[in-house]
């Protein structure tokens, strides 16, 4: 399921136009990451 989860993060960023948000959800993704290892 937390796979799923960063997929669908990383391609609601990849589909970001705004930078800011973009960068805010590598942020998120990242530190949902650090959570799961």
């Known amino acids: 399921m937390s ?3 960063t997929r669908a993060l ?3 960023t990849e589909h ?3 930078a800011k ?3 805010d959800c590598g ?3 990242i530190r949902l ?3 799961m290892h």
């Open 3 to 5: 796979e799923d989860l």
């Open 10 to 12: 990383q391609t609601m």
């Open 16 to 18: 970001t136009v705004e």
């Open 21 to 23: 948000t973009r960068a």
């Open 27 to 29: 942020e998120l993704i």
């Open 33 to 35: 990451m650090k959570k």
